[in-house]
Nanobody
Framework: QVQLVESGGGSVQAGGSLRLSCIVS????????VGWFRQAPGKEREGVAS????????LYADSVKGRFTLSRVSAKNTVTLHMDLLKPEDTAMYYC???????????????????WGPGTQVTVSS
């Protein structure tokens, strides 16, 4: 099980920005897939964005393309989700996730994730 520590989140008005950061256990960070998922009340969990820590292959859900961006700081084993132009429909519990590495250098599919952080709430008001 990969250890994941999330921070960030909170409440913001529509059109605003938030950042979510995920610290991955040091031994599990290299050449692995790290991503963010979200789950709104009454809905299934969905993949938001993913990145391969070794090569920066990034993948985004259609609903967040052009608004959300992932960044990596390898020296800190950290992946950050930058969320801009937030909408009320982005309101959800957000979870950092990781696969069990190492992984081949390629796009990271949402279905491949197996470890989850405790989650952090994002609330966007209209």
């Amino acid at each position: 099980q990969v250890q994941l520590v999330e921070s960030g989140g909170g409440s913001v008005q529509a059109g605003g920005s938030l950042r979510l950061s995920c610290i991955v256990s040091k031994d599990d960070y290299p050449n692995n897939c790290v991503g963010w998922f979200r789950q709104a009340p009454g809905k299934e969990r969905e993949g938001v964005a993913s990145v391969h820590t070794g090569g920066g292959y990034s993948l985004y859900a259609d609903s967040v393309k052009g608004r959300f961006t992932l960044s990596r700081v390898s020296a800190k084993n950290t992946v950050t989700l930058h969320m801009d132009l937030l909408k009320p429909e982005d309101t959800a519990m957000y979870y950092c996730a990781a696969t069990t590495g190492p992984r081949d250098l390629q796009y990271c599919k949402f279905a491949d994730f197996t470890s989850w952080g405790p989650g952090t709430q994002v609330t966007v008001s209209s």
